[in-house]
């Protein structure tokens, strides 16, 4: 299958890479001229995935008419505050036509909208339009380390039939059609990854951990089922698998704001230090506000809302989880 990236990052180019190895021609395409030179020089992506050499199957484009040239899926794996923007540019070169799937995980800033909604505001015709999501990190699939995922679209017959030409040995796909309920999972997780690495800095220990992962998993299911998902999702890789890699794992970038938070950091100089996006921290007002929208109860987000508006301060923000009203699960 002739595959287009659109994105260069960490993400975008562990995928690009692994869907190169396994039999796929790939284009992969980024704005910034001078980063796409380095990539075809250099060959490898040594800003955001350094180590890994491209094979002969990829290859790096600044023109994305020359990365759609015959392309037969796209995945859009820039930042979700991009995601419009090169959905834009795929209608503007005539390929809006074209499968995509947003391989990004969040709710559009000001619109709320999930990722799948984005592509299909600005995509109306296109009726193949779905994510990919599940516990994935990049080093590890450009390692080529087992790992599972989820294709989930609207669309059942189309994710059908792309399951088993983009399955491998190495990443192991499931199809979904509760496009809703994985793109829920993927987004909403990186908040509750926040909280853990806050508890995880503060030491509060394994004991805390586990009650936020499993109170973030309620989380995430009662608004996840508020917007039309279905529970059984929240059990799966897009839920409960990708919340407990993202919460424990040392890769984890949201983790990684937590602990920086933990430590007394600004949120800025955090973000500025692990250097790279940080999808939850853009999330949690949009999660906060599509929660008040849907009459839900979500507490760890709430709270961790007013930390980033400096509100609390990080052992505030477990002592008021923990000084909650008692309640039945």
């Not at 991009?82 to 995980?105: I, T």
């Not at 990186?190 to 586990?210: C, F, H, K, P, Q």
């Not at 998993?217 to 839920?239: F, H």
Request: glycine share 10%.
């Amino acid at each position: 299958m002739n595959i287009t990236v659109m994105g260069a990052g960490s993400w975008g180019t562990a995928l690009a890479l692994h869907f190169a190895r396994h039999g796929h021609r790939v284009a992969l395409w980024a704005r910034n001229p001078q980063h796409i030179k380095a990539l075809q020089d250099d060959r490898e992506n040594k800003h955001a995935l350094p180590g890994f050499a491209f094979p002969d199957t990829l290859t790096a484009h600044s023109d994305l008419g020359d990365a759609l040239h015959d392309s037969e899926l796209v995945l859009v794996v820039t930042s979700v505050a991009g995601l419009r923007n090169s959905a834009e540019m795929l209608k503007d070169h005539q390929a809006g036509h074209l499968p995509v799937l947003a391989a990004c995980k969040g709710f559009e800033q000001d619109t709320g909208l999930l990722t799948f909604q984005v592509l299909k505001e600005v995509l109306p015709d296109n009726k193949c339009i779905g994510v990919l999501s599940g516990p994935s990190f990049a080093q590890e699939l450009a390692k080529q380390l087992p790992c599972a995922v989820v294709l989930a679209s609207e669309n059942k017959e189309w994710i059908e039939s792309l399951v088993p030409a983009l399955n491998s040995h190495v990443m192991r796909l499931y199809g979904s059609n509760d496009v809703i309920g994985v793109a829920v999972g993927g987004a909403v997780k990186n908040v509750m990854a926040i909280a853990t690495g806050l508890s995880d800095g503060l030491e509060y220990g394994l004991n805390a951990r586990a009650a936020l992962v499993t109170r973030g998993l309620a989380e995430i299911t009662r608004l996840a089922v508020a917007m039309g998902a279905q529970p059984k999702t929240m059990m799966g890789l897009a839920g409960m698998g990708d919340l407990i890699l993202t919460c424990t794992g040392a890769l984890s970038r949201n983790r990684r704001v937590g602990l920086g938070l933990a430590e007394g950091k600004e949120l800025h100089q955090v973000l500025k230090e692990i250097g790279h996006v940080s999808e939850g921290v853009s999330t949690i007002e949009e999660v906060f506000n599509t929660a008040c929208k849907y009459q839900i109860d979500m507490p760890i987000t709430q709270t961790l809302l007013y930390l980033i508006r400096q509100e609390m301060t990080p052992s505030q923000v477990v002592s008021r989880l923990m000084d909650r009203d008692t309640r039945f699960e």
